[in-house]
């Protein structure tokens, strides 16, 4: 009958919070509150050189840190594995062309560019962690706000890098493409998005679409101890396509409500 | 516990703080040469325009993560902080590699509960970068700390061979991060219902021209003058960690214990505020 323990429909996300602007250090920073699921994402735009195989572009570089909030097992070292599996998903999701126009990063090719150090913060665990980590990551970025630089040239041809001095003089990124992971887990017979901790120890296999806003799929993986038969990820897939681009409008309208209060609103943050 | 004589430690920070008695020293200059940039000003008013005694402002909330047993959020300043406590519950044994051996007695105390506290700062906590969040050797001083610091408030006796959890994130730094960390601590073991023989309020103290200030910034930390962290029980005036880096002339140490303890005091007030505000809350909720 489409109804689950808490009462939501098999594609029904739980209550959403999205503030941005949280961590004032960074160049931009979002906390999404996911039912029980904290996240904390702060972004430091910092200056180096860029890759060898992309001389004119800057990158994005991923850290998630379990903290020992969520559980006392994420103690010392006890959250690395974890931590590594997501931030090695989050580079996979982004490893496309379209998802973050890299070139707006150079600064200069093969000598200076924008890297983007995206850290990702687990305070809390309760369900569907990688739906609200992508979501975080996305208010993030389109929080923020990198410095404008001007590249000066001496006689003798040594370069020079000037920072603009007006603290509201920056680029902002475009968020369009950006993709947010929708998780489908298989409980018996159906399968469904956002689920909880309870819902997740009951499902053995679980497929994670990464969806844009416009319904392209850009990344897919099967995660889990048990096994899917193709017809399922067939369904999964096109209901991750459907729920995706549902939730991607609504983030969207969201943030442009957010940014439209201005830089007096006012921030609630933990104290809320 | 007594009163543990003050660690001056190495004779490093600046040569102009905290001169002898004899010498009045000018303006605390930095080593990172932060020439002309007064952290007193004649009128008395420091770099953030408040006086010489006065803390920043403080906001906290308790009950911030409905999972754990009890945690706390506190704002002091620019100061950001979370504390989480887990427990009492089963000790667990050391997790030296994976896996983890879970019901391993090997650490558990037959008489009191073992109290086991881990310090975290994210890595976009500070202007510069951190490469690793937690692990490294700042952090696990400051883990080692806050467990002295609370093994002399909880009631351990009541737990024997139990753990009790205390895990602390700075989410942004800047300046008295200890401080703020222990006041966090305190209210995240409120909000777990763990008995404390009295509130941990800790403030952080320097001086600078002659006078002590009360809760330092970053900026003023960074400037290399004598700083003194201070974690007090307020009712009996009990000290539970006295810690100070730098030198700083025996003359002038009373002072800036006092400045520290009158300001742990002023942190009491507003933490017992919090807490019973809390309380009023959480009875409402409950119909009482």
């Not at chain 1, 001389?55 to 998630?64: A, H, K, M, R, S």
């Not at chain 1, 006890?78 to 990063?105: P, Q």
Request: hydrophobic letters at 40%; charged letters at 25%; a negative charge.
């Amino acid at each position: 009958e489409d109804l689950r323990v808490d009462g939501r429909g098999c594609e029904d996300y739980r209550c959403v919070e999205v503030e941005t602007d949280v961590v004032s250090n960074t160049s931009g920073s979002a906390r999404v509150k996911l039912g029980h699921t904290d996240i904390l994402v702060g972004v430091k735009a910092e200056m180096g050189t860029p890759k060898l195989e992309k001389p004119n572009e800057g990158y994005l570089e991923f850290f998630v840190d379990c903290s020992a909030n969520a559980t006392p097992e994420f103690e010392g070292r006890g959250g690395d594995d974890l931590g590594t599996e997501i931030a090695n998903t989050l580079y996979r999701i982004f490893n496309n062309k379209s998802s973050v126009d890299l070139k707006s990063l150079c600064i200069s090719p093969r000598e200076h560019c924008w890297i983007l150090y995206v850290d990702v913060l687990l305070l809390e665990c309760g369900g569907n962690l990688f739906d609200a980590i992508s979501i975080a990551v996305k208010a993030a970025l389109f929080n923020t706000r990198i410095p404008r630089v001007r590249v000066l040239e001496d006689e003798e041809g040594s370069k020079d890098i000037e920072l603009s001095d007006d603290p509201y003089d920056c680029i902002r990124l475009s968020v369009e493409n950006v993709p947010c992971i929708v998780t489908l887990c298989k409980i018996g017979y159906r399968h469904v998005v956002d689920a909880t901790l309870q819902e997740e120890a009951c499902s053995l296999a679980s497929l994670l679409v990464s969806v844009t806003s416009k319904g392209v799929v850009t990344c897919m993986r099967k995660v889990g101890k048990g096994s899917l038969d193709p017809e399922s990820i067939f369904e999964m897939m096109e209901t991750g396509k459907r729920v995706g681009k549902v939730l991607h409008t609504s983030l969207q309208s969201i943030l442009h409500k957010e940014e439209s209060l201005g830089p007096k609103r006012q921030k609630v943050g933990f104290l809320g | 516990t007594g009163r543990p004589p003050a660690r001056a430690g190495r004779p490093g920070g600046s040569p102009g703080a905290g001169g002898a008695s004899g010498r009045k020293s000018r303006r605390g200059r930095g080593a990172a040469g932060m020439a002309g940039l007064e952290l007193l000003s004649d009128q008395g008013y420091r770099v953030d325009g408040r006086r010489a005694g006065e803390l920043r402002k403080i906001q906290a909330r308790m009950g911030v993560f409905a999972q754990a047993d009890g945690s706390a959020y506190i704002e002091q300043g620019n100061t950001k902080a979370l504390a989480v406590v887990y427990g009492p519950h089963e000790a667990i044994g050391l997790r030296a590699a994976p896996p983890q051996i879970r019901g391993s007695r090997a650490r558990a105390l037959p008489d009191r509960a073992l109290v086991n506290c881990q310090y975290s700062s994210a890595t976009f906590s500070t202007g510069e970068r951190k490469r690793r969040p937690h692990g490294d050797r700042k952090s696990c001083e400051m883990g080692l700390q806050l467990r002295q610091t609370f093994e002399a408030a909880v009631l351990t006796q009541l737990h024997p061979r139990s753990q009790i959890d205390i895990y602390v994130q700075v989410l942004q730094a800047d300046g008295g991060t200890y401080a703020a960390c222990v006041n966090a601590a305190t209210l995240a073991v409120l909000d777990a219902g763990i008995p404390m023989r009295d509130f941990v309020c800790a403030c952080s103290a320097g001086f600078v021209d002659g006078t002590a200030l009360a809760d330092l910034s970053h900026v003023e930390e960074a400037a290399g003058g004598p700083q003194l962290a201070l974690a007090l029980l307020p009712a009996s005036g009990q000290i539970a960690l006295l810690e100070m880096d730098a030198r700083l002339h025996e003359d002038h140490l009373e002072q800036v214990l006092e400045a520290a303890a009158r300001a742990a005091r002023d942190v009491h007030t507003v933490l017992d505020r919090v807490v019973r505000q809390h309380v009023r809350e959480a009875s409402v909720l409950l119909g009482d």
